[in-house]
């Protein structure tokens, strides 16, 4: 590749200062090199300087690529330039749930193993739900407040008694850490999983599928653009049936 090119020459002003290198710079800096560009890196070094620099070109963010002599914008302009990637923060995504669910299925698996030489066994299968009851607990945990007024849309004893809304990521994580360690504790947290799971998913039910509304979900925490919908039902009814499961068996 011809590096002389003046085409294939990027020039990118980013801040470089003291006590902050802005990442976003770095992540420009890396994704036009990996797209064969020779970078001319201009540094921010004040202040001062980022805002001359900003009031000059009539920008409002820095980093600010250019590209034969164009500019390009920030490092979401890249993306989408170089991978057809655009930020849309308000698109709904299922990815949070699937993530979580597919990392704790791991751990299920990784802990099934250790404990009885299987890669496949029931308590690797209740241990699946178990974790995923729990992580899905620290998500709401992380912002309860935001939690409970997300939850409100749709949950319905949450409308009729708010302190519900806050009661639940509690119980939920109460519940999924009992079922983890099994034996007593597990008929402890089968009653709390089979009642909120219950609610839950009569909600969910009642909300998409008799009602037609289109709601985000709260199962991940407070302002997440997960949709209300198969998943969250699904969170609910694992919790149904390990409630069941850990009183019957």
């Keep these: 590749m011809d590096m002389s090119n003046p085409a294939r020459k990027a020039a990118l002003y980013r801040m470089v200062m003291p006590g902050h290198v802005c990442p976003y710079g770095i992540k420009s800096k890396w994704l036009l090199e990996r797209k064969g560009y020779a970078v001319e890196d201009h540094h921010l070094t004040t202040r001062e300087e980022t805002d001359a620099f900003k009031e000059e070109h009539g920008v ?5 690529t250019f590209l034969g002599g ?3 914008g920030g490092y979401d302009a890249l993306k989408e330039r170089f991978l057809g990637e655009k930020k849309d923060k308000d698109a709904k995504t299922y990815t949070p749930v699937l993530v979580i669910f597919g990392v704790c299925a791991l751990m ?12 496949v066994s029931l308590r690797g299968i209740e241990w699946f739900a178990a974790f995923s009851m729990s992580v899905l ?3 709401k945990l992380r912002d309860v407040e935001s939690f409970s007024t997300m939850f409100l849309n749709y949950d319905l004893l949450a409308k009729r008694w708010v302190p519900y809304g806050y009661i639940y990521p509690f119980a939920e994580g ?9 034996g007593v504790f597990a008929k402890i947290g089968a009653p709390i999983a089979l009642v909120i799971g219950t609610i839950g998913a009569v909600s969910v039910i009642k909300a ?14 407070g302002n997440s653009n997960v949709p209300l919908g198969f998943l969250s039902l699904t969170e609910n009814l694992v919790m149904v049936v390990m409630g069941v499961w850990m009183l019957v068996k």
Excluded: F, N
């Excluded at 409002?60 to 600010?64: H, V």
């Design 174 to 182: 109460l519940a999924g850490v009992l079922m983890i360690a099994g």
């Design 208 to 221: 998409v599928y008799v009602e037609k509304r289109d709601l985000k979900c709260a199962c991940v925490g």
């Design 70 to 72: 164009e500019r390009v």
């Design 108 to 119: 299920a698996w990784a802990a099934s193993y250790w404990a009885t030489g299987s890669a």
């Design 60 to 64: 409002k963010t820095t980093p600010q």
């Design 137 to 139: 607990a620290i998500q």
